[in-house]
């Protein structure tokens, strides 16, 4: 690995010790509040909200998920909370799925673009000035911050389920203009350039959703994972081994 790769890797903690750092500050939270006499319910809430947040950052799908749960979990094995109502312990679960809402989890529930990682993207694909460029499943905006390095004059888009993240990544993006929308339900057809980072099994409909609605001459940039059956283009070797594979309207097949 290069010296500039190496700046450009993002810091990595082994696992688990990103969950034990989120428990213990969400802990700390809790315990903080109570020691300022606030009432158990919002203290819990607090230490609860600070999770599912950190949570975001994790490297997976179910260690998120651990993340966000430990310390709502742990509390209630504690007995510290013996006061609290039942219904109380839902608020926690709300909370995830809020972030991480159901019919999200066919799609990636949060697989941020590494800095760095489009690098050179614009010399491999240039685009016209003002060109249409939208980041389906933009979560929390790594990605359109990352193409507007490389396409400055575009006009950006992004498309996010969950509230939150769609949230998050307006305020992370505010030159973009960020929706509350299904990816698999919002016509393509109007953009020049289509980013994806999704996971494996969401590439089938990728490519039939991108075959029938990009028109000729639009791209479609996947990151890491390679549409099935179709030939790309181009590849962008980025500095960390992954490729983004570049797609342009027709497709042809391999």
């Known amino acids: 690995m290069t010296r500039l790769s190496l700046a450009r890797a993002p810091l990595r903690l082994a696992w688990p010790l990103p969950a034990l750092l989120s428990w213990a500050a969400a802990w700390a939270i809790f315990a903080g509040l109570r020691w300022q006499q606030a009432p ?3 203290a819990l809430l607090a230490g609860a909200t600070l999770g599912v947040s950190v949570s975001l950052w994790g490297s997976t799908p179910w260690r998120r998920i651990f993340i966000g ?37 066919r799609d990636a529930p949060l697989f941020p673009t590494p800095s760095g990682a ?10 016209r000035d003002g060109a249409r460029i939208v980041d389906a499943g933009c979560g929390l905006g790594n990605a359109l911050r990352e193409l507007r390095r490389e396409y400055p004059r575009a006009q950006f888009s992004g498309l996010e389920w969950s509230w939150p993240l769609r949230a998050a990544c307006a305020w992370r993006a505010p030159f973009a203009r960020v929706r509350r929308a299904d990816i698999w339900a919002v016509d393509w057809s109007g953009y020049d350039m289509v980013y994806l980072f999704q996971r494996p099994e969401s590439m089938h409909d990728a490519a039939a959703k991108a075959q029938r609605e990009l ?29 983004v594979w570049l797609y342009r309207a027709p497709f042809k097949r391999r």
């Open 69 to 105: 749960s430990g310390f709502p979990l742990s509390l209630a094995a504690s007995g510290l909370a013996g006061s609290v109502p039942a219904w109380a312990w839902l608020l926690p679960l709300a909370l995830l799925a809020l972030v991480y809402p159901i019919n999200t989890w």
């Open 40 to 42: 158990l319910l919002p």
């Open 118 to 127: 489009l690098d050179g993207l614009a010399r491999l694909v240039p685009l």
């Open 215 to 243: 028109r000729p001459g639009a791209w479609l940039a996947s990151l890491e994972f390679p549409l099935p059956q179709w030939s790309a283009q181009k590849v962008l070797d980025c500095a960390d081994g992954r490729r």
